[in-house]
C-alpha cells in the first residue's frame, strides 16, 4: 500500500478558501488515481473528488463541482484540494486516498486501497 500524508486542513470562516495536499511515499506515484473523500460528524464517509494518474481526468462530487479542485504533481508525489466558497455542511475530516490503478475508479471506498489518517476541516458559520 501507499503511505499518504495529509496536510493544510484547519478553522476556516463560511466562503473562505483552504488548500490541502497530500504527500505519497511512493516513487511510483505517478501510476495511481488519487483522490479524496470526507467524512462529517455522525455521517458516513463519500467521495469528494478523484483525479487520474496524468491529471488529465478529474471527476468531482455533485456537491462540491465548481467550488473545489483537485490537482497534482507527479514530480513531487503529491495532490492537492483547493477548496474555495467553504460552507459549514463541508465541515469534516477530509481522507486522501489512492487506487491500485491508473484511471479514475468508481466513487465507492472500495475503489480505492491506500487511505491517509485524515485532516480536520471546520468551517464556521
Known amino acids: 500500500q501507499v503511505q499518504l500524508v495529509e496536510s493544510g486542513g484547519g478553522l476556516v470562516q463560511a466562503g473562505g478558501s483552504l488548500r490541502l495536499s497530500c504527500a505519497a511515499s511512493?516513487?511510483?506515484?505517478?501510476?495511481?488515481?488519487m483522490g479524496w473523500f470526507r467524512q462529517a460528524p455522525g455521517k458516513e464517509r463519500e467521495f469528494v473528488a478523484a483525479?487520474?494518474?496524468?491529471?488529465?481526468?478529474?471527476k468531482y462530487a455533485d456537491d462540491v463541482k465548481g467550488r473545489f479542485a483537485i490537482s497534482r504533481d507527479n514530480a513531487k508525489s503529491t495532490m492537492y484540494l483547493q477548496m474555495n466558497s467553504l460552507k459549514f455542511a463541508n465541515t469534516a475530516v477530509y481522507y486522501c486516498?489512492?487506487?491500485?490503478?491508473?484511471?479514475?475508479?468508481?466513487?465507492?471506498?472500495?475503489?480505492?486501497?491506500?487511505w491517509g489518517q485524515g485532516t480536520q476541516v471546520t468551517v464556521s458559520s
Open positions: 486516498v489512492a487506487s491500485p490503478l491508473p484511471a479514475v475508479p468508481g466513487t465507492g471506498l472500495g475503489d480505492f486501497g491506500s
Open positions: 511512493e516513487r511510483t506515484f505517478s501510476r495511481y488515481a
Open positions: 483525479i487520474n494518474w496524468s491529471g488529465g481526468v478529474t
